[in-house]
């Protein structure tokens, strides 16, 4: 059975500081998602990250995905009130259908 | 824009009750999935459809049943409520390009579910 741990699962955090999110499995993965949940709302994707290595910028977020491609990392510099949010990682494995989630991250910025 | 409607955002039943869960997706896509999301959990997959009329079991398919007879509505049914099915229920689509390796799952707005 493939797993995904996410870590931290909670973090509240001042303006303008900066946070890492971290999303580990022993298994690997074709690719890795990352998702944002607003409260009353779907998640929606962030990024995609295919291949072992690979860093990707949003703006001030940064996502990488490890060498292996077991493991995948979010960076936030200098968050913002508009950061806060539930943040899901998701691993495409095995099965063609299914994604392998994490747990999330609740994340809150305090102006 | 992809849009993924649900036709309930909240909803309120008793333990015994049917309840019919549907979700909707304009973009033509082939897969569709339902999911439970419960704090500290993640999400957990109930069923998914890869097409009409077929259908997978997920991680915890007990206690649902799915119906998908048109390509863009999926519907969730809860034969017989029950207290440990209240939770948030989410609906989601996604195309099956490349074999949908990589694919967006794009997400309805939920359905949150109170079971007394």
């Known amino acids: 059975t493939q797993l995904l741990e996410q870590s931290p699962q909670f973090l509240s955090i001042q303006e303008g500081e900066n946070l890492t999110v971290y999303c580990n499995s022993s298994s690997v993965f074709s690719s890795l998602q990352w998702y944002r949940q607003e409260p009353g709302e779907g998640p929606v994707l962030l990024v995609t990250v295919v291949t072992g290595g690979e860093v990707k910028k949003l703006k001030r977020l940064t996502f990488q995905f490890g060498d292996a491609r077991k493991d995948s990392s979010l960076h936030i510099t200098a968050a913002q009130p508009g950061d806060t949010g539930l943040y899901l990682c998701a691993g495409e494995g095995d099965s063609n259908y299914q994604l392998i989630w994490g747990a999330g991250t609740k994340l809150i910025i305090k102006p | 824009d992809v849009k993924v409607t649900q036709s309930s955002r909240y909803l309120v039943k008793r333990t015994g009750e049917k309840v019919f869960l549907e979700c909707v997706q304009d973009m033509d896509h082939e897969n569709m999935f339902w999911y439970r999301q419960d704090p500290g959990l993640g999400l957990r997959l109930i069923y998914f459809s890869y097409d009409v009329k077929m259908k997978e079991k997920g991680d915890i398919p007990e206690g649902y049943s799915v119906s998908r007879e048109k390509k863009e509505r999926f519907s969730l049914i809860l034969e017989s409520a029950s207290t440990n099915q209240t939770s948030m229920y989410l609906c989601?689509?996604?195309?099956?390009?490349?074999?949908?390796?990589?694919?967006?799952?794009?997400f309805g707005p939920g359905t949150r579910l109170l079971v007394l």
């Open positions: 989601a689509s996604r195309p099956t390009t490349r074999g949908g390796r990589g694919e967006t799952q794009y």
